[in-house]
T-cell receptor, first 113, second 112 residues
Framework: SAVISQKPSRDICQRGTSLTIQCQVD?????MFWYRQQPGQSLTLIAT?????????ESGFVIDKFPISRPNLTFSTLTVSNMSPEDSSIYLC??????????FGSGTRLTVV | SQQGEEDPQALSIQEGENATMNCSYK?????LQWYRQNSGRGLVHLIL?????REKHSGRLRVTLDTSKKSSSLLITASRAADTASYFC????????????FGSGTKLNVKP
C-alpha cells in the first residue's frame, strides 16, 4: 500500500492568514482525497484531488476556501484560506489504489488564534 | 457523519475479551473499509470488504457485511491493551466507488 508523507504536522496560525498542507505519496496513485477531523469527531471528506483538473468538492466546502492542487500522480496540496478559529482541526490526506484500501497521512493539526 | 453511524460510541473491555463494533450505513455501497486511529495519530487501514463478500478475516480481526441490512461488524478477538483506539468504518457510494465517507466511530478501551 502507498506511504504518504504529510507536512506540516502541526501549525499555529493567525486568523486571516492561509496555510498550505502538502502530501507526497511514494508511488503513483489514481485517487487522492482531503479530509477534516474536528476534535473528538469523525472524518469529513472535503474534496477529491483530481490530477490535471479541478478538485471535486463535497457539499459545504468551496474552492475559494480550500483550494487544492494536484500537479501529478504523487503530490497534492490543500490550502486553508482566510482562516478563522473555526478552521482549527486536523487535516488529513488519503491516497491509494482501491483494491488495497486507502492509506492516510499522519495529519496536520491546525490551530487558528 | 456523512454516511454511517457506529455503535457503540464507546466500549470498555478487559484484555483477552472479544470486542464487537457495528456500522450501519444509509445508501447502497460497493465497498466498505475499517480503520483504526490511535489517539492523535493517523489512520491505519484494517480491512476492505466488497459488497459481494459476506466475511473477511485478517489475524485477530473478522469483518462481516450484511448488505440487506446495510450494516457491518468488526470483531477483534482476544483483545490486547494495544488495541485501544478509535475504530471507523468508511463506505463508498453505489455511483462512486472511489471516495469514502466515514462513520461516527467507536472508541475502544482495552483494560490490562
Amino acid at each position: 500500500s502507498a506511504v504518504i508523507s504529510q507536512k506540516p504536522s502541526r501549525d499555529i496560525c493567525q486568523r486571516g492568514t492561509s496555510l498550505t498542507i502538502q502530501c507526497q505519496v511514494d508511488s503513483q496513485v489514481t485517487m487522492m482525497f482531503w479530509y477534516r477531523q474536528q476534535p473528538g469527531q469523525s472524518l469529513t471528506l472535503i474534496a477529491t484531488a483530481n490530477q490535471g483538473s479541478e478538485a471535486t468538492y463535497e457539499s459545504g466546502f468551496v474552492i475559494d476556501k480550500f483550494p487544492i492542487s494536484r500537479p501529478n500522480l504523487t503530490f497534492s496540496t490543500l490550502t486553508v484560506s482566510n482562516m478563522s478559529p473555526e478552521d482549527s482541526s486536523i487535516y488529513l490526506c488519503s491516497a491509494g489504489l482501491l483494491n488495497y484500501g486507502y492509506t492516510f497521512g499522519s495529519g496536520t493539526r491546525l490551530t487558528v488564534v | 457523519s456523512q454516511q454511517g453511524e457506529e455503535d457503540p460510541q464507546a466500549l470498555s473491555i478487559q484484555e483477552g475479551e472479544n470486542a464487537t463494533m457495528n456500522c450501519s450505513y444509509k445508501t447502497s455501497i460497493n465497498n466498505l473499509q475499517w480503520y483504526r486511529q490511535n489517539s492523535g495519530r493517523g489512520l491505519v487501514h484494517l480491512i476492505l470488504i466488497r459488497s459481494n463478500e459476506r466475511e473477511k478475516h485478517s489475524g485477530r480481526l473478522r469483518v462481516t457485511l450484511d448488505t440487506s441490512k446495510k450494516s457491518s461488524s468488526l470483531l477483534i478477538t482476544a483483545s490486547r491493551a494495544a488495541d485501544t483506539a478509535s475504530y471507523f468504518c468508511a463506505t463508498d457510494a453505489l455511483d462512486n466507488f472511489n471516495k469514502f465517507y466515514f462513520g461516527s466511530g467507536t472508541k475502544l478501551n482495552v483494560k490490562p
